[in-house]
C-alpha cells in the first residue's frame, strides 16, 4: 500500500547548525508533500508544502526540496534556534480524498 | 481565518459512557477528516467527509460513529471505547481541489485529548 519512509527517527544539532530531515515514498500518483511541526501537547501545524510542479521551496529558514524520479522530499532548517525543537512528520496525498499518510515522524533537539 | 475549532479540549470517561467530539471550520472547506493519534505516533486516517458524504472509513471500529450535519460542523459519537481508544483525536479539514499541481492544504484542530477509564 501507499507508505512514506521518514528519518532520521531523532536528530540532535547544536543552535545555528543545520538540519534535515528526509522522506521517501512508493506511490507516483502523489503530487502533495507537506511537513508538519508538531510540539507537545499542540496540533501539528503546518510549516512548509510542495507540489510536484516545482523542485523546491523556501520560506525563511525552511526549505523542502522534491526529487520525483527519486521519489523523496526533504525538509532544510538552517541557523536552527531552540524553539525549532519539536516532533516533525512529512506526509503525501494518499488518494483522491486529499486524506494524508504520514511519515513515522523526527524528534529535533536543538540545543543551545 | 485559518483555523479548525474542537472542543472539548480534553475528556475522560467510562467504557460505558456516550459522549461526542465537536469539531467546527468556517473556511469553506468541503473536505472534513478524523485523526487518531496515540503518544509518539504519526496521526492516523478514520474518517473522511466529502461534501457532508462519508468518503473514507478506514475500517474504524463501529464504537466510533461519525456525522456531518452541515458543511461546517463534524461531530464524532463515542459508545462503549476501550482504554486503548485512548489518544489525541484530530480534526482537519481543507477544500477539496484536485490539480495537477497536487490537493490542497489540510489544517488541524487543536484536538480532544481523549481518556477511557
Known amino acids: 500500500g501507499e507508505n512514506v519512509e521518514q528519518h532520521p527517527s531523532t536528530l540532535s544539532v547544536q543552535e545555528g547548525d543545520s538540519a534535515v530531515i528526509k522522506c521517501t515514498y512508493s506511490?507516483?500518483?502523489?503530487?502533495?508533500f507537506p511537513w508538519y511541526k508538531q510540539e507537545l501537547g499542540k496540533r501539528p501545524q503546518l510549516i512548509i508544502d510542495?507540489?510536484?510542479?516545482?523542485g523546491e521551496k523556501k520560506d525563511q529558514r525552511i526549505a523542502v526540496t522534491l526529487n520525483k524520479t527519486a521519489k523523496h522530499f526533504s525538509l532544510h532548517i538552517t541557523e536552527t534556534q531552540p524553539e525549532d525543537s519539536a516532533v516533525y512528520f512529512c506526509a503525501m496525498n494518499g488518494g483522491s480524498q486529499g486524506n494524508l499518510i504520514f511519515g513515522k515522524g523526527t524528534k529535533l533537539s536543538v540545543k543551545p | 481565518d485559518t483555523e479548525v475549532t474542537q472542543t472539548p479540549k480534553h475528556l475522560v470517561m467510562g467504557m460505558t459512557n456516550k459522549k461526542s467530539l465537536k469539531c467546527e471550520q468556517h473556511?469553506?472547506?468541503?473536505?472534513m477528516y478524523w485523526y487518531k493519534q496515540k503518544a509518539k505516533k504519526p496521526p492516523e486516517l478514520m474518517f473522511v467527509y466529502s461534501y457532508e458524504k462519508l468518503s473514507i472509513n478506514e475500517s474504524v471500529p463501529s464504537r466510533f460513529s461519525p456525522e456531518c450535519p452541515n458543511s461546517s460542523l463534524l461531530n464524532l459519537h463515542l459508545h462503549a471505547l476501550q482504554p486503548e481508544d485512548s489518544a489525541l483525536y484530530l480534526c482537519?479539514?481543507?477544500?477539496?481541489?484536485?490539480?495537477?499541481?497536487?490537493?490542497?492544504?489540510?489544517?488541524f484542530g487543536p484536538g480532544t485529548r481523549l481518556t477511557v477509564l
Open positions: 506511490d507516483s500518483a502523489s503530487n502533495y
Open positions: 473556511m469553506g472547506h468541503r473536505a
Open positions: 482537519a479539514s481543507s477544500h477539496l481541489r484536485q490539480t495537477p499541481a497536487g490537493t490542497d492544504t489540510q489544517y
Open positions: 510542495i507540489r510536484s510542479n516545482v
